[in-house]
Antibody
Framework: QVQLQESGPGLVNPSETLSLTCTVSGGSISSYYWSWIRQPPGKGLEWIGYIYYSGSTNYNPSLESRVTISLDTSKNQFSLKLRSVTAADTAVYYC???????????????WGQGTLVTVSS | QTVVTQEPSLTVSPGGTVTLTCASSTGAVTSGYYPNWFQQKPGQAPTALIYSTTNRHSWTPARFSGSLLGGKAALTLSGVQPEDEADYYCLLYYGDAHLGVFGGGTKVTVL
């Protein structure tokens, strides 16, 4: 079973850039899609976007102007950058694998434990 | 803006059956939206239950089943156990999986 672990600063100043990394173990990042999801405290899940192992990306239109997801196959990691953050970006951020296949369809099967990022000065 | 709607809360008795639904503001949900369902307990990361409408993951108990019902995706819990008390989220994919949208979640209480 593949395992994912988020890492990065737990506190970010308003207007700065939030940067998180997800390290994948037990499987190669050179297949499938790799996703970011967030959850503000006490609220529901929000889909941020994903990167395909080929490097192509898709983002939530509401965040697209501020988000970049990238891949580092040499380290088996992928990353999230969210620019110009405000208090509204305070959330638990999860990374997850989106598995796909002809007969499989699409399924977010493996999730990291999540990391809380607070935006505050 | 695409909105995915779930019941805010449902209550079920132990051993009973409950069905959660997931509707799209764009119209009827079909298998082409690849509905996924997740369970989340307090303080924990979500756990995947169902993918591509009806398929259980290898770890998903058989009492959880997914389907399409009346133009919506549905998750049915049969023989409910106390440990099934949790929040449940659906996820729909749009535009050949180019965009994912989560529902607002359903809080299931076992009472």
């Amino acid at each position: 079973q593949v395992q994912l672990q988020e890492s990065g600063p737990g506190l970010v100043n308003p207007s700065e850039t939030l940067s998180l990394t997800c390290t994948v173990s037990g499987g190669s990042i050179s297949s499938y899609y790799w996703s970011w999801i967030r959850q503000p405290p006490g609220k529901g899940l929000e889909w941020i976007g994903y990167i395909y192992y080929s490097g192509s990306t898709n983002y939530n239109p509401s965040l697209e102007s501020r988000v970049t997801i990238s891949l580092d196959t040499s380290k088996n990691q992928f990353s999230l950058k969210l620019r110009s953050v405000t208090a509204a970006d305070t959330a638990v951020y999860y990374c997850a694998r989106l598995k796909n296949g002809y007969s499989y369809g699409y399924g977010l099967d493996s999730w990291g434990q999540g990391t809380l990022v607070t935006v505050s000065s | 803006q695409t909105v995915v709607t779930q019941e805010p809360s449902l209550t079920v008795s132990p051993g009973g059956t409950v069905t959660l639904t997931c509707a799209s503001s764009t119209g009827a949900v079909t298998s082409g939206y690849y509905p996924n369902w997740f369970q989340q307990k307090p303080g924990q990361a979500p756990t995947a239950l169902i993918y591509s409408t009806t398929n259980r993951h290898s770890w998903t108990p058989a009492r959880f089943s997914g389907s399409l019902l009346g133009g919506k995706a549905a998750l049915t819990l049969s023989g409910v156990q106390p440990e099934d008390e949790a929040d449940y989220y659906c996820l729909l994919y749009y535009g050949d999986a180019h965009l994912g949208v989560f529902g607002g979640g359903t809080k299931v209480t076992v009472l």
